[in-house]
C-alpha cells in the first residue's frame, strides 16, 4: 500500500524560503511521476509542481515558475519542493501526489495527507 507523508510546513513571514519534504512507502515510487498540489483556502486544488519518474522532467503552474523546485531522490523515496521568495497567496495545504501524467490536472493516483504553509505579510 502506497503512503505518502508530508512534512516542513509551516507559519513562515514572506519572502523566506521554505523546504517541504516527502516520504513514500512502496517501492512504485522510482517509477512513478509525482506532483505537489496546492489547495489554498476557499480554491480548489491546484498542481503546482510536478516531476517525472526518472527526475528529467518537471512542470510548474504559471503561479510558481521561478520561485518553486521540486526535486526527488529515487534511492530515498524521497520528493521535495524547495519555495523560495514566499507570498502570502502561497498559503495552503500542500499535498504530495503519486502516479500520474505531468501537467495541469489533479489526477493522481495517490495522496498524502497534507501539510500546512501560512505566509504571514
Known amino acids: 500500500q502506497v503512503k505518502l507523508v508530508e512534512s516542513g510546513g509551516g507559519l513562515v513571514a514572506a519572502g523566506e524560503s521554505l523546504r517541504l519534504s516527502c516520504a513514500a512507502s512502496?517501492?512504485?515510487?522510482?517509477?512513478?511521476?509525482l506532483a505537489w498540489v496546492r489547495r489554498a483556502p476557499g480554491q480548489q486544488r491546484e498542481t503546482v509542481a510536478a516531476?517525472?519518474?526518472?527526475?528529467?522532467?518537471?512542470y510548474y503552474s504559471d503561479s510558481v515558475k521561478g520561485r518553486f523546485t521540486i526535486s526527488r531522490d529515487n534511492s530515498k523515496k524521497m520528493v521535495y519542493l524547495r519555495i523560495d521568495s514566499l507570498k502570502p497567496e502561497d498559503t495552503g495545504i500542500y499535498y504530495c501526489?503519486?502516479?500520474?501524467?505531468?501537467?495541469?490536472?489533479?489526477?493522481?493516483?495517490?495522496w498524502g495527507q497534507g501539510t500546512q504553509v501560512t505566509v504571514s505579510s
Open positions: 516531476i517525472a519518474y526518472s527526475g528529467g522532467r518537471t
Open positions: 512502496d517501492t512504485s515510487f522510482t517509477g512513478d511521476n
Open positions: 501526489a503519486q502516479r500520474g501524467l505531468l501537467g495541469p490536472h489533479n489526477d493522481w493516483f495517490f
